[in-house]
């Protein structure tokens, strides 16, 4: 079991940033990918970056050079870095664990909101 406890949401002006950091407990060895994903009310929840055991990274089109992934040595903590933060990245952000292809843990979700 992993459990996954996102925190560091909240409001932001258009331009600021924010630092989303979520906590891995368990059985932190079993996972190989860890990522975030955010989803935006009436819409399809998406992936924003993710970070493989290797170190390997992807982000969405969208948060390039702007959104940086990372984890500690440990891997005990997941951190989402948002820089020049849009009205358009207002969502709920998800921190997620990828064990293989049929086992996933999601955490509970944290709110993130730019106003114009």
């Known amino acids: 079991q992993v459990q996954l406890v996102e925190s560091g949401g909240g409001l932001v002006q258009a331009g600021g940033s924010l630092r989303l950091s979520c906590a891995v407990s368990?059985?932190?060895?079993?996972?190989?990918?860890m990522g975030w994903y955010r989803q935006a009310p009436g819409k399809q929840r998406e992936l924003v970056a993710r970070?493989?055991?290797?170190?390997?990274?992807n982000y969405a089109e969208s948060v390039k050079g702007r959104f940086t992934i990372s984890r500690d040595n440990a891997g005990n903590t997941l951190y989402l870095q948002m820089n020049s933060l849009k009205p358009e990245d207002t969502a709920v952000y998800y921190c997620?664990?990828?064990?293989?292809?049929?086992?996933?843990?999601w955490g509970q979700g944290t709110q993130v909101t730019v106003s114009s």
């Open positions: 368990g059985s932190i060895f079993s996972i190989n990918t």
């Open positions: 997620k664990g990828q064990v293989d292809i049929l086992l996933e843990y």
């Open positions: 970070i493989t055991r290797g170190g390997s990274r």
